[in-house]
């Protein structure tokens, strides 16, 4: 070998081992004890065993000013690559806080660009792993471009690949918005996002908050509802997003996984979960997993609008997204947080060709000029735009209560449902006996004799003539009553014919759903 092969293969691995050396022992260290991986850590635990390739190692900051040239690192703070997730192909970004404090400038935002324009020509999953101080202030504008570089090809991506974003440390100002047009969001204990810091919280409004209180974890799980999952430290959570994916396809053209499981077929047992009395409370998670494969439902947003349950699961071994009333939380009545939680994630499962399932247990839009005032009307209306676009297979069934506006906006037949089933003890009507009885009935009340026994009478008569599901099954808005143990066998046969289902919209540029 000669000496220019030598030096050349010499200068490369001297490149490589600054690479792999990020931004140093000691910074290395100080990652490790703050109960952090580094970003190729991160890698190498997101992707199957020995399957991560890195690409664009070499790429490094071209700025010169403000001392940038003493800075400079190859990697640029930031680790890109593909690999391989369940056996198929995925692209990743790892903000690598290490160096830099994994600030984003133009290469920086570079790379992850040339990452995410590679899932799209591949048709493969795009996850970005966050842990960055925001933008590199020396580089200035040419920081911003980048940040609005990502922005543009998230938005272009969604509804075409699957997006996760996963926040392993700060994500704070224009940051966060990356994360936000993405499909799901992982969040650890530790981590944290928002658009403008304690700091500036305090010099603006006076308000003193500290950063997890303004944007921790545990606010975006259950009070914002940014966060779709959190997990206590980066290995969970990186075995979270690798669940996720399992549950979902490579593209919008792709189907899921199938994943053989065992059926648990519970059916037999609902009957005893589910109170006949409408007043009476009970989890509905408990019904979901007696219908679905064994362990297989992965709910989303657990910790946010509680009143309504969305997630998937798989029944005969293939993906299903699963939306249902929750009896624990309001009664199940649907609310602002609810509507907009439920129509995204009825939004993603249409992109991605995930039959849809519902499960209904609905009183009402809760009432009251809080909600009123908050927008409920354009929140819930979100959910009726969602089911009534939606092309992929739907099935509801009607539990026990389906009120009014409610009724509709759950997938019902007027919204695209492709069938609809009722069990025997569910109450199909435009509001509860108590309430119509009052209305309709008010003048008999208030001239009878006895206007408590009148109230009865006419309750008792409403109950037995409308407080069913016959009347509807009579209209066509109910395709059959079936029996609790009946349900997972019938779920399932619907589903089978509907495979084959296709349903195209009229032509338009997109709809203008109301935000």
Not at 68 to 73: C, F, I, R, S, V
Not at 166 to 183: F, K, L, N, Q, R
Not at 468 to 485: F, S
Request: charged share 20%.
């Amino acid at each position: 070998m000669d000496q220019k092969w030598q030096d050349s293969i010499s200068q490369l691995n001297q490149r490589r081992e600054n690479v792999a050396a990020a931004g140093g022992p000691d910074r290395i260290a100080k990652q490790h004890s703050s109960g952090k991986l580094t970003a190729r850590e991160r890698m190498e635990a997101l992707f199957d065993d020995g399957t991560f390739v890195e690409i664009n190692d070499q790429i490094a900051s071209r700025c010169s000013d403000f001392g940038m040239e003493k800075k400079k690192k190859p990697g640029d703070g930031v680790v890109t690559g593909y690999g391989y997730i369940h056996g198929r192909l995925a692209f990743a970004s790892s903000q690598d806080f290490t160096v830099g404090g994994g600030s984003l400038g133009e290469a920086h935002a570079m790379k992850i660009c040339r990452a995410m324009d590679k899932a799209m020509e591949m048709k493969a999953p795009f996850i970005s792993i966050n842990d960055s101080g925001g933008a590199r202030i020396e580089e200035g504008i040419d920081s911003l471009s980048g940040y609005a570089d990502i922005f543009y090809r998230n938005t272009i991506a969604s509804g075409v690949i699957p997006q996760i974003s996963v926040i392993m440390g700060p994500c704070a100002g224009g940051a966060c918005y990356s994360p936000a047009i993405t499909d799901f969001i992982f969040m650890t204990d530790y981590s944290q996002m928002y658009i403008t810091g304690p700091a500036v919280v305090k010099s603006v409004t006076g308000e003193v908050i500290s950063s997890g209180n303004l944007g921790g974890a545990a606010v975006h799980s259950s009070t914002s509802g940014v966060a779709h999952f959190v997990y206590p430290d980066d290995l969970s959570c990186l075995n979270g997003v690798r669940q996720l994916l399992g549950y979902l396809p490579q593209c919008n053209l792709d189907d899921s996984m199938t994943v053989p499981g065992s059926a648990v077929d519970n059916s037999a047992s609902l009957s005893s979960i589910v109170p006949a009395d409408s007043k009476k409370a009970y989890d509905v998670r408990n019904v979901i997993n007696s219908l679905v494969d064994e362990n297989s439902f992965f709910e989303i947003q657990e910790s946010f609008a509680k009143n309504i349950i969305i997630g998937f699961g798989r029944l005969d071994g293939e993906t299903i997204g699963i939306i249902a009333n929750q009896a624990l939380y309001m009664a199940g009545s649907l609310e602002i947080n609810a509507s907009d939680k439920a129509s995204r994630f009825i939004r993603f499962c249409d992109c991605f060709n995930i039959p849809l399932l519902t499960l209904v247990d609905v009183p009402a839009f809760l009432p009251g000029s809080q909600q009123e005032h908050g927008g409920i009307i354009r929140h819930g209306a979100k959910l009726l735009y969602a089911y009534s676009e939606a092309t992929v297979p739907k099935v509801s069934l009607i539990m026990r209560k389906a009120y009014g506006g409610a009724y509709i906006a759950m997938n019902s037949k007027g919204t695209g449902a492709d069938v609809v089933y009722a069990w025997p003890i569910a109450e199909i009507a435009v509001m509860g006996a108590s309430g119509a009885v009052s209305i309709i009935g008010k003048k008999q009340i208030e001239n009878a004799e006895d206007p408590a026994a009148k109230k009865e009478e006419l309750l008792n008569e409403y109950n037995d003539k409308f407080m069913n599901p016959y009347i509807a099954a009579e209209h066509g808005y109910v395709d059959e009553v079936i029996l609790p143990e009946e349900t997972r066998s019938k779920i399932s046969e619907a589903f089978n014919m509907l495979k084959t289902k296709e349903r195209s919209l009229p032509y338009k540029k997109h709809g203008n759903i109301p935000l």
